[in-house]
């Protein structure tokens, strides 16, 4: 994927894209493109609008919390289809642009009880069901806390519960599986212990690379950054799981979750 973009970008800048026929099949057409000044001007305000839209706090009350979410995600789409506009002047940019505002109305319409296969889920069979990436994403942080905590010469359950008890980490209990937000207004349901265990597990998980295709890569880029900051000190690694904590709270509190 990151090779497809990157040569969509280069093929761009030169001034030539791959159209599609058919996926996988391009075809080498001309793009026209606004000067690179206008160009600058309208990345800058997507930029900005881009940056509102995912960093304005959703204060939507749980009920109405994932209607809200779909907006954000529309705005996001909205930002992107006014960057089209500005900087590709040819007229191949409407049926892109078509594209993104099929995508955002069909994530709008989820609010008006409207699916669509684009948005429905495949069906698996029997089993554990996958979690999403952001559960995952904010997951890694937990563990990346968990895995110092380990290193600094704490046993497995012993750093599960430090990060479990503390109450500074509540926020976590929105990654656990099947986690809603009628269970997290009844402690009972999420409690330390099954808090300690979700982290002992998601540790596993990701060491044995036993999670869905799309978070695999999370577990070796964590360890790299572990790594990578040498903490080799008790107090060093103690330090570090702090900042993976304050990652892992960020990323929770943005989960959106059912009733």
């Keep these: ?33 606004a000067s690179p000044e ?26 109405v919390e994932i209607e809200q979410e779909r907006k954000r995600a529309w705005r996001v789409f909205e930002a992107i289809m006014r960057f089209i506009d500005t900087t590709w002047l040819d007229p191949g940019r409407l049926e ?21 296969p684009l948005l429905n889920v495949s069906s698996t069979g029997k089993g554990k069901k996958a979690d999403a990436y952001e559960l995952w994403y904010g997951r890694r942080w937990a563990c990346a806390a968990y895995e110092c905590y380990r290193r600094s010469g704490m046993s497995r359950h012993a750093a599960a519960e430090r990060i479990a008890k503390d109450p500074e980490n509540r926020p976590l209990r929105r990654l656990v599986h ?4 009628t269970k997290l207004r009844k402690p009972r349901h999420i409690d330390d212990a099954k808090m300690a265990a979700s982290i002992i597990s998601w540790h596993k998980e990701l060491r044995d690379n036993n999670v869905p295709d799309l978070v695999r890569q999370l577990w070796p880029d964590t360890i790299e950054i572990i790594e990578g900051h040498q903490p080799t000190t008790r107090e060093l690694l103690l ?3 702090d900042g993976f904590l304050k990652l892992a709270r960020k990323t929770a509190a943005k989960v959106a979750l059912p009733t």
């Excluded at 040569?7 to 099949?25: K, Q």
Aim: hydrophobic share 45%.
């Design 178 to 181: 099947k986690a809603t937000d």
């Design 38 to 63: 206008e160009i600058a001007v309208a990345a800058a305000a997507m930029s900005l609008r881009l940056r509102h839209v995912v960093n304005t706090e959703n204060t939507a009350p749980p009920e």
């Design 239 to 241: 330090s570090s799981a």
């Design 96 to 116: 892109v642009q078509q594209y993104f505002l099929w995508l955002g109305c069909h994530m709008l319409q989820r609010n008006d009880g409207v699916s669509h």
């Design 1 to 33: 994927m990151d090779d497809l973009l990157g040569g969509l970008i280069g093929a761009a800048v030169s001034g030539e894209l791959g159209a599609m026929t058919r996926i996988g099949v391009p075809t080498e057409i001309s793009v026209i493109l």
